[in-house]
C-alpha cells in the first residue's frame, strides 16, 4: 500500500468533494495522490467524501485506509445501488456547504476543481463541466450520449438540460439545500440540478481517457437512465398519445359515418370505432396517473434565489436566505 497523503483537520469545511467508487481500486491510489494536492492548494477549507458503492474488490480496504474522519471520509453502501444513489448519500452526509462530484476513474481532472471554486466564489451556484472533447469514452458511448440529450431536449420541457455536462460539477449552499428538499425516489441528479436552477455557467474540458479499469455503464444502464429521467421530468409521452388517441378516436367516427352514407357499413367499422374509443380511455388513464405521479413527488413548487447582496461563499446560509414551498 502507498504512502499517504495526509490533509490537516477540516472539522467544519466549506466544500465536500464527493466521489462515488465501485469496483476502482486500480484507480484508486492515484486519484487519492491527486486529489489531496488539489485540496491542499485550494482556496477554501475542504473535505474528500469517498463512497464505495457495494464494490467487493479492494477498494473499501483501500478507502478504510485513506479515511481519517476529517478531512478524509468514507461511507460504505451496503450493496452496489448504482452511480446516482452513491451521490445521493454523499449529499445527505457531506459536512461541506457547497460540493463537488468527480469521478474517481480520473477521467474528470482534478485539477480543474480550483477552476471550478473560481467561478463560485465569483457568484455562480452551479459549475458544470461540459465535455468539449470526449477522446476517452468510446465510439458507442458518444453515439449514446448524442442520442440520449437529443432525446431529452425534445421530450423533457420542464429541465434546462445543457448538452454533454457529466456530473463533474460544483453546487453551492442554495442548490444543496434545494436537493435536500426533494424527497423523491426515482431520481437522476443531472435533471434534478437543471430543474432546480440557480445561476449556472458550463466550463468545457476534455474528458480524457480512464486510468485503469472499465467503464460500469453498459448499453441497458444509459437505457435505463434515460427512460428514468424522461418519466421524472416529462409527461409529453403521454400527452402524445392521447394526442394521437383522440386523432385516431375523431377519423374513426368520420370513417363510420362515411360508411353509413355510402351504404357500405358494416360490424367491423363499430369494431374500429369501439377500439379507438378505448384508446382514448387509455390515454385519460394515463394522463391522470401522470397527474398523481407529480402529486406522489411533492416537489417543492419553487426555491428562492439567495440575497443577491450576500457573499456567495457563505458557510450554512441562514434559513431566511432561501425558501421552500411544498405544494
Ligand atoms: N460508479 C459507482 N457505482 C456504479 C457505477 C459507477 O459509484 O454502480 C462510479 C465509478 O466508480 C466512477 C463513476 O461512478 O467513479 C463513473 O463510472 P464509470 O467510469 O464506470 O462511468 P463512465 O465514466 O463510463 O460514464
Ligand atoms: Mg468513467
Given at each position: 500500500m502507498q504512502t499517504l497523503h495526509r490533509l490537516p483537520e477540516r472539522p467544519d469545511p466549506l466544500l465536500t468533494i464527493v466521489v462515488p467508487c465501485f469496483q476502482e481500486e486500480q484507480t484508486i491510489p492515484e486519484f487519492h495522490q491527486r486529489i489531496t494536492r488539489v485540496v491542499r492548494d485550494l482556496s477554501v477549507s475542504c473535505e474528500i467524501l469517498y463512497i464505495d458503492d457495494g464494490s467487493n474488490d479492494r477498494t473499501a480496504d483501500l478507502l478504510r485506509h485513506y479515511?481519517?474522519?476529517?478531512?478524509?471520509?468514507?461511507?460504505?453502501?451496503?450493496?452496489?445501488?448504482?452511480?446516482?444513489?452513491?451521490?445521493?448519500?454523499?449529499?445527505?452526509?457531506?459536512?461541506?456547504?457547497?460540493l463537488i462530484f468527480i469521478d474517481v476513474d480520473l477521467q474528470d481532472p482534478p485539477e480543474?476543481?480550483?477552476?471550478?471554486?473560481?467561478?463560485w466564489q465569483r457568484g455562480y451556484d452551479v459549475v458544470n463541466m461540459q465535455r468539449s472533447l470526449r477522446t476517452g469514452d468510446s465510439w458507442l458511448k458518444r453515439m449514446s450520449a448524442r442520442?440520449?440529450?437529443?432525446?431529452?431536449?425534445?421530450?423533457?420541457?420542464?429541465?434546462?438540460?445543457?448538452?454533454?455536462?457529466s456530473d463533474f460539477r460544483l453546487i453551492g449552499p442554495a442548490p444543496v439545500f434545494a436537493l435536500r428538499a426533494l424527497d423523491e425516489r426515482s431520481r437522476t441528479l443531472k435533471s434534478l440540478i437543471g430543474w432546480v436552477g440557480f445561476r449556472t455557467i458550463e466550463l468545457s474540458y476534455n474528458r480524457t481517457a480512464r486510468h485503469a479499469g472499465n467503464?460500469?455503464?453498459?448499453?441497458?444502464?444509459?437505457?435505463?437512465?434515460?427512460?428514468?429521467?424522461?418519466?421524472?421530468?416529462?409527461?409529453?409521452?403521454?400527452?402524445?398519445?392521447?394526442?394521437?388517441?383522440?386523432?385516431?378516436?375523431?377519423?374513426?367516427?368520420?370513417?363510420?359515418l362515411a360508411a353509413f352514407v355510402a351504404g357500405s357499413f358494416d360490424i367491423h367499422h363499430l369494431l374500429v370505432v369501439i377500439a379507438s374509443f378505448m384508446c382514448?380511455?387509455?390515454?385519460?388513464?394515463?394522463?391522470?396517473?401522470?397527474?398523481?405521479?407529480?402529486?406522489?413527488?411533492?416537489?417543492?413548487?419553487?426555491?428562492?434565489k439567495r440575497n443577491s447582496k450576500t457573499s456567495p461563499v457563505t458557510l450554512h446560509p441562514p434559513s431566511s436566505s432561501i425558501e421552500s414551498k411544498k405544494c
Open positions: 479515511q481519517d474522519g476529517s478531512a478524509v471520509r468514507c461511507l460504505f453502501l451496503s450493496r452496489n445501488f448504482g452511480k446516482e444513489a452513491a451521490m445521493s448519500a454523499g449529499i445527505d452526509h457531506a459536512r461541506g456547504s457547497a480543474l476543481i480550483s477552476t471550478m471554486v473560481d467561478y442520442g440520449y440529450y437529443w432525446i431529452m431536449q425534445r421530450l423533457v420541457d420542464m429541465v434546462d438540460l445543457p448538452t454533454d455536462v467503464t460500469k455503464w453498459n448499453a441497458a444502464g444509459l437505457f435505463n437512465l434515460a427512460i428514468e429521467s424522461i418519466l421524472s421530468f416529462s409527461r409529453k409521452p403521454l400527452r402524445i398519445f392521447s394526442f394521437i388517441s383522440f386523432g385516431l378516436f375523431i377519423s374513426s367516427i368520420c370513417y363510420l382514448v380511455g387509455v390515454a385519460m388513464v394515463g394522463e391522470y396517473l401522470g397527474v398523481t405521479l407529480t402529486e406522489v413527488k411533492r416537489r417543492p413548487l419553487y426555491f428562492l
